[in-house]
Nanobody, 129 residues
Framework: QLQLVESGGGLVQPGGSLRLSCAAS????????IGWFRQAPGKEREGVSC????????DVADSVKGRFTASRDNAKNTVYLQMNSLKPEDTAVYYC??????????????????????WGQGTQVTVSS
């Protein structure tokens, strides 16, 4: 069974940090682009960051630029989202995703939900004092 399982969410104070992990089982992440998305109550799903299958290409949403960093460890079949300087508006359910490289370009990733085939169950991140 192909699965992505997120962990690391929780409650954190404004200005704090969290690192989300996403472990894959049933398939190897090596050949997949990775995306992180989030959805807050009453809002549309938003792309946060992505990493290409080669690891050489990344993209980050303007709303989190300079604060969030996505990375991957293919040896552990795991991807990460390091979140620093968290703000209350970062409160959301965070999802990791995996998809085939866009146009088969190993250095490319997209922050579009339709580009991804596999989704984790989501992990709640709450930023509040």
């Amino acid at each position: 069974q192909l699965q992505l399982v997120e962990s690391g969410g929780g409650l954190v104070q404004p200005g704090g940090s969290l690192r989300l992990s996403c472990a894959a089982s049933g398939f190897t992440l090596d050949y997949y682009a990775i995306g992180w998305f989030r959805q807050a109550p009453g809002k549309e799903r938003e792309g946060v960051s992505c990493v290409s299958s080669s690891g050489g290409g990344t993209d980050v949403a303007d709303s989190v630029k300079g604060r969030f960093t996505a990375s991957r460890d293919n040896a552990k079949n795991t991807v990460y989202l390091q979140m620093n300087s968290l703000k209350p508006e970062d409160t959301a359910v965070y999802y990791c995703t995996a998809g085939r490289p866009p146009l088969n370009i190993q250095t490319m990733c997209l922050m579009a939900p339709g580009a991804y085939d596999y989704w984790g169950q989501g992990t709640q991140v709450t930023v509040s004092s």
